[in-house]
């Protein structure tokens, strides 16, 4: 009797000593520094694709009703459904850049180089005429915590604060650079808010002296009407900034798979982004009240009736759980706004009784 305790006795040290060995890790990575990955690893949490052919019909039918360029791209991120129209034309992002902005920013959270917390001098440089940020401090000044930039520059399209970020991850090329190594091409970064303005307006180059808020507004109200008119023309043909509708879903769909940030910085943009306060008659318009969705929305200025691009961007949830990535851009619409605005808003719940059942 006495050998059975005793084999049972070591039997079950055995057993604790093995469950030590082989348990897993439940180490926190919220503030691991995450290698970048190859691009042979960026597909690996992307979900085969089975294309939707008849919602696809609809959305291209909705899309044929403008003459705008119209690119749209749709993913539901658990069963791989998918949509697209014109999802690979290039079309102006605009204030959709401030998305892959706020990924590296919180990328560089991930590595060490900054925290939410890290206060951040404003230069008169980064300032804009309007927004919250520079009507706070049109001459610079702060500092200002990383946390409120990225919250202003996501639920407000703060240009001052997306200036100031770019500036802190080394310019709007380190962006680019930065999804081109993990593979995202057909999305790209190219200048700052500020420096996109002044091309709108046609200011020559050097006539910004990185002034204040209030000064680049005096500078911009001298520029003359026939100057502005060929600069107008010349960005609607411009390849800077642009990106694709396939592009925009891409990087969505990789950032809530957990693919590009660590655990804890991912539910930081995620959450940010569903506070989004901008042109709320875009993607969430016709959806039924109250339904979970975090965007990004990008808007182009407006001349002769037509303005360079109206976007958004953004993840739905539909009533069975399941998070819908979807992009659609609308390059040169003519006429209002709301007008352009309605597409988008159609296009997303078209998109939404497609694959929720209603």
């Given at each position: 009797m006495k050998r059975i305790t005793g084999f049972l006795v070591i039997a079950a040290l055995l057993g604790i000593a093995a469950w030590f060995l082989f348990r897993p890790s439940t180490r926190s990575t919220a503030h691991e520094a995450l290698p970048a990955p190859s691009p042979?690893?960026?597909?690996?949490?992307?979900?085969?694709?089975?294309?939707?052919?008849?919602?696809?019909?609809?959305?291209?039918?909705?899309?044929?009703r403008t003459s705008a360029r119209v690119g749209i791209a749709a993913k539901n991120l658990r069963t791989g459904a998918v949509a697209r129209v014109n999802s690979d034309t290039l079309i102006p992002l605009l204030s959709v850049v401030k998305l892959p902005v706020a990924i590296v920013v919180l990328d560089g959270v991930d590595h060490g180089k900054w925290t939410l917390t890290t206060p951040c001098t404003l230069l008169a440089g980064d300032m804009h005429p309007r927004g919250w940020l520079g009507d706070r401090y049109p001459r610079g000044g702060g500092p200002v915590k990383l946390q409120v930039l990225l919250n202003a520059m996501l639920t407000r399209s703060d240009n001052s604060a997306?200036?100031?970020?770019?500036?802190?991850?080394?310019g709007p090329h380190a962006v680019t650079e930065w999804l081109e190594q993990r593979g995202i091409h057909h999305l790209s970064v190219d200048r700052t808010e500020r420096g996109l303005g002044n091309d709108w307006y046609g200011l020559?180059?050097?006539?910004?002296?990185?002034?204040s808020a209030e000064e680049i507004r005096e500078i911009r109200?001298?520029?003359?009407?026939?100057?502005?008119?060929?600069?107008?023309?010349?960005m609607f043909r411009d390849p800077r900034d642009s990106g694709s509708a396939s592009a925009c879903v891409e990087v969505l769909e990789r950032l809530w798979s957990g693919d590009l940030?660590?655990?804890?910085m991912t539910d930081t943009l995620k959450s940010t982004l569903a506070r989004c306060k901008t042109a709320p008659h875009r993607l969430p318009a016709m959806l039924p009240r109250h339904t979970p969705i975090a965007r990004k929305t990008g808007t182009g200025g407006m001349w002769a009736g037509v303005s360079v691009a109206i976007n958004d961007v953004g993840v739905i949830r539909?009533?069975?759980?399941?998070?819908?990535?979807?992009a659609v851009l609308v390059g040169e619409p003519r006429g209002p706004v709301p007008r352009a605005e309605r597409l988008i808003a159609r296009a997303a719940r078209e998109v939404y009784d497609a694959w929720s059942g209603n």
């Amino acid at each position: 009797m006495k050998r059975i305790t005793g084999f049972l006795v070591i039997a079950a040290l055995l057993g604790i000593a093995a469950w030590f060995l082989f348990r897993p890790s439940t180490r926190s990575t919220a503030h691991e520094a995450l290698p970048a990955p190859s691009p042979a690893s960026t597909t690996s949490a992307r979900r085969p694709e089975s294309p939707d052919t008849v919602l696809e019909a609809r959305l291209r039918a909705l899309a044929s009703r403008t003459s705008a360029r119209v690119g749209i791209a749709a993913k539901n991120l658990r069963t791989g459904a998918v949509a697209r129209v014109n999802s690979d034309t290039l079309i102006p992002l605009l204030s959709v850049v401030k998305l892959p902005v706020a990924i590296v920013v919180l990328d560089g959270v991930d590595h060490g180089k900054w925290t939410l917390t890290t206060p951040c001098t404003l230069l008169a440089g980064d300032m804009h005429p309007r927004g919250w940020l520079g009507d706070r401090y049109p001459r610079g000044g702060g500092p200002v915590k990383l946390q409120v930039l990225l919250n202003a520059m996501l639920t407000r399209s703060d240009n001052s604060a997306a200036d100031v970020l770019m500036r802190l991850v080394g310019g709007p090329h380190a962006v680019t650079e930065w999804l081109e190594q993990r593979g995202i091409h057909h999305l790209s970064v190219d200048r700052t808010e500020r420096g996109l303005g002044n091309d709108w307006y046609g200011l020559a180059p050097g006539a910004d002296t990185m002034g204040s808020a209030e000064e680049i507004r005096e500078i911009r109200s001298q520029v003359p009407s026939a100057v502005q008119d060929s600069a107008v023309q010349a960005m609607f043909r411009d390849p800077r900034d642009s990106g694709s509708a396939s592009a925009c879903v891409e990087v969505l769909e990789r950032l809530w798979s957990g693919d590009l940030l660590s655990p804890a910085m991912t539910d930081t943009l995620k959450s940010t982004l569903a506070r989004c306060k901008t042109a709320p008659h875009r993607l969430p318009a016709m959806l039924p009240r109250h339904t979970p969705i975090a965007r990004k929305t990008g808007t182009g200025g407006m001349w002769a009736g037509v303005s360079v691009a109206i976007n958004d961007v953004g993840v739905i949830r539909l009533p069975n759980g399941d998070d819908v990535a979807i992009a659609v851009l609308v390059g040169e619409p003519r006429g209002p706004v709301p007008r352009a605005e309605r597409l988008i808003a159609r296009a997303a719940r078209e998109v939404y009784d497609a694959w929720s059942g209603n």
